[in-house]
């Protein structure tokens, strides 16, 4: 169906069409059937999910529709990015189709209900998987590590994990906290407030796609010393427009899809071998079929995200990327798909 009507949907802007999808997962009549294949039933935090296939945060930013997308076979949901304070975002238009590269490129800039607001919606509409919640400060804040323990504070025991969102392009210095100093304080702050909370919720950091490898040394052993159970590689870029066809690639903002499939699983697999399994990589970045998806695996990521693959696959890309990971791994005689991490 989706297919049939894609034409009359990409005559909306995307954000128009982005609104109309929520509200279709509102009304909670969902026409896909998830399927199951046990050799892609993995461990998530002690708990069995379905698949390793989630969405990344950016679908679901007011924590509104998550169960829905449990019905369509996510195997987990991360909702957000959430700031303390309600926040418009950057001025519209900002959210650009690039359809020769089957990308976007978004400079959206957190837009968002509130930490308040999200609490009573996950209070009021309990989780039916493993969800995620990614947190970042306000535009105008004067204190952003503040505003990282606010959203600790308000969500840390609502979800499975808290994501620390450092790496979007579309808030102004957010990536100084790539910087060593500034990563070690941020997390040490955040580890002392989970201690004073007695909160036992796992935390990721998500990175961006545009550092440099060599940083992911020192990156790494920060994680590592405080305790980060997940690393989500990677954010949007701010860079990689050489090669794309499609006259949005001169708009500012974050490019997700295809163009940054590559250099996220260089990014995984680099890390991976320097780390291997002390943290659990997600990886993100250009995710649309079964055989993109096995890439990430190969790479390190033991589990995936993806966004922009369903706005151009539409809502049954779970089960369409379910089928191919099915029949790459039983052609290949594989029994699980654990068993394929960071064979690459």
């Known amino acids: ?29 969902i026409p896909v059937k998830a399927k199951s294949f046990d050799c892609l039933k993995v461990k998530f935090l002690n708990k069995e999910i379905p698949n390793p296939i989630g969405i990344a945060a950016g679908f679901d930013k007011n924590a509104e529709v998550y169960n829905s997308l449990f019905q369509l076979g996510f195997g987990f949901v991360e909702v957000g990015t959430i700031t303390p304070e309600p926040q418009f975002g950057n001025p519209k238009p900002r959210v650009f189709r690039l359809e020769e590269d089957e990308a976007l490129i978004n400079r959206l800039g957190f837009n968002n209900i509130g930490s308040k607001k999200v609490t009573l919606n996950i209070k009021n509409n309990s989780p039916k ?55 070690e304080e941020l997390l040490n702050v955040l580890n002392e407030e989970k201690n004073k909370l007695s909160s036992s919720i796992s935390i990721a950091v998500k990175i961006a796609p545009d550092i440099k490898i060599k940083d992911l040394d020192v990156i790494g052993n920060i994680l590592l010393t405080n305790n980060i159970k997940f690393v989500i590689i990677s954010n949007t870029s701010d860079g990689t427009r050489e090669n794309l066809k499609n006259i949005n690639k001169f708009e500012k903002g974050g490019l997700s899809g295809k163009p940054i499939e590559e250099k996220s699983n260089l990014l995984i697999n680099e890390f991976y071998k320097k780390f291997e399994n002390k943290i659990k990589i997600i990886g993100v970045g250009g995710i649309d079929s079964g055989k993109s998806a096995y890439e990430k695996f190969i790479s390190g990521a033991s589990y995936v995200q993806l966004y922009t693959g369903m706005v151009y696959q539409g809502p049954n890309i779970v089960n369409k990327i379910s089928e191919e990971l099915y029949e790459i791994l039983s052609s290949d005689g594989v029994k699980n798909i654990e068993e394929i991490i960071g064979s690459k």
């Open 1 to 29: 169906m989706f297919e049939k009507i894609r034409s009359l949907i990409f005559k909306f802007d995307p954000e128009t069409a982005h609104d109309l999808a929520i509200k279709a997962l509102k009304t909670n009549i």
């Open 129 to 183: 998987g493993i969800l995620g919640v990614n947190i970042g400060p306000n535009k105008d804040t004067k204190n952003r590590i503040d505003d990282y323990l606010k959203c600790f504070r308000a969500l840390n025991n609502l979800g499975d994990y808290i994501t620390i969102n450092i790496s979007s392009p579309n808030t102004e210095n957010l990536r100084s906290f790539h910087n060593p100093k500034e990563l």
